[in-house]
């Protein structure tokens, strides 16, 4: 059974760019959602997605966005970008949003803004 | 306003002894509560987890424990191994469709 994929595994843009994270889910997983992790911030909630809704929002700027596919596929969306966005994101599926054995996360995408 | 602290950034233990690794909750809405473990560039694993029904839940060498009214649990390795050096998240939920809320991690270095 595959995991949570998450692409690209890296990637370097410049500030004001805009990139696209991916993430496929585990088959039959209709819940996707994204993390911020940081140094020393841990794992910050961005959004989650259930059956191509979003479902919850953290509390970050507009410039985060994200949608998901009717094949539960997600990508998330980062525009202008800043160079406090360096960081980890995570993907993480499960059968609903609220499931007794939380999450299955990706291996995540690092960016990094110069 | 954290929800969900773990304010040991680091733990150093000898390998065979018992690793303690604590956290606290102000969300008293919170009633399940979950360990994730992390290596260098994977995502975070599921480790075990509790419901607030319960204080104490057990799978191998490790052991969640839950103090309700002071808000606080804790998951106990016992023994540690050097294999079990990781970042070591809590996480905590509420009912109805909310999401995961993670603590700031615990880094753990067990020492041969």
């Known amino acids: 059974k595959a995991g949570v994929t998450q692409t690209p595994r890296y990637l370097i843009k410049t500030r004001g760019q805009q990139v696209t994270l991916s993430c496929s889910p585990i088959?039959?997983?209709?819940?996707v959602s994204w993390y911020q992790q940081t140094p020393g911030q841990g794992l910050q909630f961005l959004f989650e997605?259930?059956?191509?809704?979003?479902?919850n929002k953290g509390n970050f700027p507009g410039r985060f966005s994200g949608r998901q596919f009717s094949n539960s596929r997600s990508e998330m969306n980062v525009s202008t970008l800043e160079l406090g966005d360096s960081a980890l994101y995570l993907c993480?599926?499960?059968?609903?949003?609220?499931?007794?054995?939380?999450?299955?996360f990706g291996s995540g995408t690092r960016l990094t803004v110069v | 306003d954290q929800q969900v602290k773990q304010n040991s950034p680091s733990l150093s233990v000898q390998e065979g002894r018992i690793s303690i690794l604590n956290c606290d909750y102000t969300?008293?809405?919170?009633?399940?509560f979950l360990w994730y473990k992390k290596y260098p560039a994977e995502g975070p694993t599921f480790l075990i987890s509790?419901?607030?029904?319960?204080d104490k839940n057990e799978d191998g060498r490790f052991t969640v424990f839950l103090n309700k009214s002071a808000k606080h649990l804790s998951l106990h390795i016992v023994p540690s191994q050097p294999g079990d050096s990781a970042v070591y998240f809590c996480?905590?939920?509420?009912?109805?469709?909310?999401?995961?809320?993670f603590g700031k991690g615990t880094r753990l270095s067990v020492i041969a």
């Open positions: 993480a599926s499960s059968l609903e949003v609220r499931t007794g054995y939380g999450y299955t």
């Open positions: 088959s039959g997983h209709r819940s």
């Open positions: 997605y259930f059956s191509e809704t979003q479902r």
């Open positions: 969300n008293s809405m919170f009633d399940y």
């Open positions: 509790i419901s607030s029904i319960k």
């Open positions: 996480a905590a939920s509420g009912s109805g469709n909310t999401p995961l809320v």
